[in-house]
């Protein structure tokens, strides 16, 4: 017989939200974001004091954003929380990692650095899951679509954060989109490497998606090419 614990989380793992409650979801952050945006000064939260006394950690709260952050996660389970963050696409609480979890955590990014860090973090999140479930041999070919799709949209979103960046600072820019194409480069080299292993469909869908990021970052330098000249 299993102990309270272990029922609660197996319990855990059951919960998702459904398309419709992530909507309303985001909506409502933008509205509370938009209504307090953050102050040029980091103002203490009207939650400090509470949270100090549960953990240290909490001291660090300043912006009402990191609260807001926090309110959202226990709203939805703090235990929950904990178990999406590890998990893969077809899990069950995948939906609440890239819908719930990585959204609120990228509410807190709101200087152009810290956003193109933020964007750079999701896309190695991307890769680095799509390698896992590769290596698994569970890579299907409709998440080899849907992960490419996710991937597109992330290096989207870190080169026009980059872009901007690059206009108060070009330099952490440059180092930012330095770090990119390495980490670009690693993975296609990583996924290539599961595709020569077997000819199973999880790998060919891997050398598909090696493929996929080897076009990407060529795309880019061709692009960078012709603005130089």
Known sequence: ?????????????EIRLTSEASRRIREKLIVHMRANPVATKPIQSPYHSFFTILSPLTSTLRMPAMALALILVVTIGGATAFAAAGTLPGD???????NVIE????????????????????????????????????????DGTRSKERF?????????????????????????????EVSLSRHEKALKEVEVVSSSTSSIEAGLFSEHIRKGSRNKRERDSEDNR
Do not use: C
């Open 1 to 13: 017989m299993k102990t309270p614990i272990e029922q609660f989380i197996d319990s855990a793992h």
């Open 92 to 98: 069950t609480l995948y939906p609440v990692k890239v």
């Open 103 to 142: 959204p609120v955590r990228g509410l807190m990014a709101v200087s152009p650095k810290a956003k193109a860090v933020w964007h750079t973090s999701v896309i190695e999140e991307r890769l680095n899951e799509v390698e896992k479930l590769a290596k698994k041999d569970r890579l299907t070919s409709d």
């Open 152 to 180: 597109d949209r992330s290096i989207d979103e870190v080169r026009l954060n980059i872009e901007e960046l690059s206009q108060d600072d070009p330099e952490t820019a440059k180092e930012i989109d330095e770090l990119l």
